[in-house]
């Protein structure tokens, strides 16, 4: 079935860029997201591209998606303290009805 | 203020006990859905309803049952058949079932 894998851990420095992976396996993907989710809470939506662009840049936030080889990346430029948290990117399958499919989840430790 | 609410925070339950978990959003969203978090995993979907009066299993139904009978409320009730009920849940809601889902604070619940 559809798939959508992640990094588990990911530690930076605080003002050093962040790189978050995301592989996922069905091509007939239409939108792909970013959620955060900080700790004993929710998650909150920080950003999403469609399957037709390569790249959305939205302030510190950057994404990047390479179709050919399923390949999903957040990039967090100037990392600070309040960016730790766990990150999932999801999928939207059309094979899956378009319901989101999650990965596991990449937490993000930013040191001082 | 629009948004989706849950309730209790925290629920803590005996063994044995069936419990009911509230899930209400105000965003007039037709869709509707649960999740179940565990430590070091993704979400995983329990139960999704695309309108009133109708819904459908996810991927870890068993033990779970839920009802829509108004647009804003979608309750998860947590039976006795569930083996392994403690966990962090949580609602959200999306306008289609391929637009962007919005989050509740969660609940944890646990079991005694």
């Known amino acids: 079935g559809e798939d959508v894998e992640q990094s588990l851990f990911l530690s930076v420095r605080e003002g050093d860029s962040s790189v978050i992976n995301c592989t996922y396996t069905d091509s007939s993907s239409t939108y792909l997201y970013w959620y955060k989710q900080e700790p004993g809470a929710g998650l909150q939506l920080l950003t999403y591209?469609?399957?037709?662009?390569d790249m959305k840049q939205d302030q510190r936030l950057t994404v990047l998606l390479n179709k050919k080889d399923k390949h999903l990346s957040l990039r967090i430029a100037d990392t600070q303290t309040g960016d730790s948290a766990i990150y999932f990117c999801a999928d939207t399958p059309l094979s899956n009805t378009g319901k989101l499919i999650f990965g596991q989840g990449t937490t993000l430790q930013v040191k001082p | 203020d629009g948004g989706i609410t849950q309730s209790p925070k925290y629920l803590f339950r005996k063994e044995g006990q069936n419990v009911t978990l509230s899930c209400e959003q105000n965003?007039?969203?037709?869709?509707m859905y649960w999740y179940r978090q565990d430590p070091g995993q993704g979400l995983r979907l329990i139960y999704y309803?695309?309108?009133?009066?109708?819904?459908q299993k996810g991927d870890i139904a068993e033990g779970y049952s839920v009802s829509r009978e108004k647009k804003e409320s979608f309750p998860l009730t947590v039976t006795s058949a569930q083996k392994n009920p403690t966990a962090f849940y949580l609602c959200a809601s999306s306008m289609g079932q391929s637009d962007e889902q919005f989050f509740g604070p969660g609940t944890r619940l646990t079991v005694l």
């Open positions: 591209i469609f399957s037709n662009m």
């Open positions: 309803s695309q309108i009133v009066n109708d819904f």
């Open positions: 965003l007039n969203h037709d869709a």
